[in-house]
């Protein structure tokens, strides 16, 4: 098996930046060899053009399609969009630098298609048949154009958290916003949302993820790197959480905030602090450093106690007086209180 490649644009021979080959390395002469790129189409790669850059180098050497995790009808809010084209294939295995129009009009840019399929029996069986059983008529596939120019995706208008969720209940699958209420329990990184997922589907589809991400519920936190299990990537937009979290199931919500906030105390001991509390919501709230860092893990909490109601509702009202007060008065003594980490 072929080691993975990352969509870097590193140089054909010169691997990627995590130190993989190239999958075009080492083809012999008159070699075959299949490239199936599996992707969500919402990485850096698919928004700066380093992704179809990449796909174009390897379509010139060998047989590459794209495999989307997402259904068809999500791909217009990824960076992928495929058209409607028709292929000639000169011979079975050919690599798509070789595929012609049947008119025999360049490609765009002059580098060919790229075909994009959904992760399914029926996609991929169509596209072995392309690359199979060549037709002189040739055969119609969607595909990515890596020579033609870029479009501009558009900023959406601002929506409040009602049509938000809303529109995403209608489109997503069941599955999703399952995931979606789930994930309003808890703080927000790319790793701690997969542990979430994982809690209750060991074998969810990244699919799912991906149309959470894609939903338009919520937005990147400034600079954080949403890698980062210790800091803040994404946050609802305002009034989603709430939305969300009404959704859930009260006790299912009480557990995944107590889970994450167990995993991420490991690290941060502060937050295992916060996860203590969850048993005495009505008692005063334990001595914490007041740092800023911290703010984002109680607006959390405050809102799943609100959401639990009955005597978590005192709960909500002192987590919300400390994140005011800290807000007001500032972070002067931040340092004096440094945070206890674990060791």
Not at 7 to 28: H, M, T
Not at 42 to 56: C, M, N, S, V, Y
Not at 140 to 149: E, I, K, R, S, V
Request: aromatic share 6%.
């Amino acid at each position: 098996m072929e080691p993975a490649a990352r969509l870097d644009g590193a140089p054909p021979g010169r691997g990627s930046r995590g130190g993989g080959r190239s999958p075009i390395d080492g083809i012999p002469p008159r070699g075959r060899r299949a490239v199936l790129v599996l992707t969500d189409g919402i990485g850096a790669a698919w928004g700066d053009e380093t992704g179809k850059r990449a796909l174009g180098r390897w379509a010139r050497h060998a047989t590459v399609a794209v495999l989307h995790v997402l259904n068809q009808g999500h791909w217009h809010h990824t960076g992928l969009s495929p058209e409607r084209v028709r292929v000639r294939v000169p011979e079975p295995g050919a690599p798509n630098g070789t595929w012609q129009r049947p008119d025999g009009a360049p490609w765009p840019g002059g580098e060919p298609p790229v075909p994009v399929l959904e992760l399914e029996a029926r996609w991929l069986h169509c596209w072995a048949q392309l690359v199979t059983q060549p037709s002189t008529r040739g055969r119609d596939t969607l595909a990515l154009l890596p020579g033609a120019p870029a479009e501009r995706w558009e900023r959406e208008p601002e929506s409040s958290a009602r049509d938000r969720v809303f529109r995403f209940r209608a489109t997503a699958s069941p599955s999703a916003f399952k995931l979606a209420s789930r994930l309003a329990a808890a703080p927000l990184n790319i790793p701690v949302m997969e542990f979430v997922q994982g809690m209750h589907e060991p074998q969810g589809s990244p699919g799912d993820l991906a149309e959470v991400l894609l939903g338009g519920l919520l937005r990147k936190v400034g600079a954080a790197d949403p890698m980062d299990e210790t800091g803040i990537g994404y946050e609802f937009h305002s009034g989603v959480r709430e939305l969300l979290l009404s959704a859930g199931m009260r006790d299912e919500s009480l557990y995944i905030l107590r889970s994450v906030l167990d995993r991420l105390g490991r690290r941060w001991k502060p937050l295992h602090v916060l996860r203590d509390a969850l048993n005495h919501p009505s008692e005063a709230l334990p001595d914490l450093p007041e740092t800023e860092r911290l703010l984002p893990y109680m607006r959390v909490q405050e809102k799943v106690y609100q959401a639990l109601s009955g005597p978590n509702l005192e709960g909500a009202r002192t987590f919300h007086a400390r994140v005011l007060a800290q807000q007001v008065f500032g972070h002067s003594d931040e340092r004096r209180h440094k945070p206890v980490e674990a060791s």
